[in-house]
């Protein structure tokens, strides 16, 4: 277990809605990252976060969002949701911005329909 | 660009017979590359960390080697439990983000 806890763990949305995720990072980690990881690849990083603000982007259109809390926890948002955001989300977190081993959560399953 | 390429994409392997995994990379400025370990539905879990061309890291049946150019993870003595998916991913002196491989699914059967 690696602390990092994310939820919910599966959700089904049909297209065009709107869905968040949240991730709540490990203990005395203040850098919290997203992934997108479709069936039978690599992960592929969406955004970082770093004392609340962004400071790294993927090649995702904004309809993508996210933010961080004080407490470093994490929510991503998706917008108007096409059917190829199908897939598993992970949330990572390590000590700072830019040094140290990512350590990830168990991911959210979402489901387009 | 920089690219992560994994082979093979699948492996299967009879128990105890050892075997090694590739990770090829071009990146501009490596920070680092990592090893991680996927089962099914999961999300990634962290193996090992490598720094700079020569280095040499194990745990247990397993032992990560990286070069200017790719990285290996050898695996001895496989055993059923060690059947999952491999993912490597590098780390630019720029920037926070792992570029990933596609990873390689290793199946050890009894």
């Known amino acids: 277990e690696t602390g990092v806890t994310q939820s919910p763990t599966h959700l089904i949305k049909t297209r065009g809605q709107q869905v968040t995720l949240r991730c709540s990072s490990q203990?005395?980690?203040?850098?919290v990252s997203w992934y997108q990881q479709a069936l039978g690849q690599g992960p592929q990083f969406i955004f970082q976060?770093?004392?609340?603000?962004?400071?790294g982007r993927g090649n995702f259109p904004p309809r993508f969002s996210g933010l961080q809390f004080p407490n470093y926890s994490s929510e991503l948002n998706v917008n108007a949701l096409e059917l190829d955001d199908s897939a598993l989300y992970l949330c990572?977190?390590?000590?700072?911005?830019?040094?140290?081993?990512?350590?990830f959560g168990e991911g959210s399953r979402l489901t387009v329909l | 660009e920089d690219q992560v390429t994994q082979s093979p994409e699948a492996l299967r392997l009879q128990e105890g017979e050892s075997s090694s995994l590739n990770c090829s990379y071009t990146v501009s400025g490596l920070r680092g590359l990592f090893w991680y370990r996927q089962d099914p539905g999961k999300g990634p879990e962290f193996l090992f960390t490598?720094?700079?061309a020569g280095e040499e890291k194990e745990k247990e049946r397993l032992k990560a080697t990286l070069t200017k150019k790719e990285s290996f993870l050898h695996i001895t003595a496989p055993k059923p439990e060690d059947s999952a998916t491999y993912l490597c991913a590098v780390h630019r002196h720029q920037g926070g983000k792992l570029i990933f491989g596609q990873g390689t699914e290793l199946s050890v059967k009894p």
């Open positions: 490598l720094y700079s």
């Open positions: 990572a977190s390590r000590t700072s911005s830019n040094t140290g081993e990512l350590f």
């Open positions: 976060y770093y004392r609340e603000e962004e400071n």
């Open positions: 203990s005395g980690h203040n850098t």
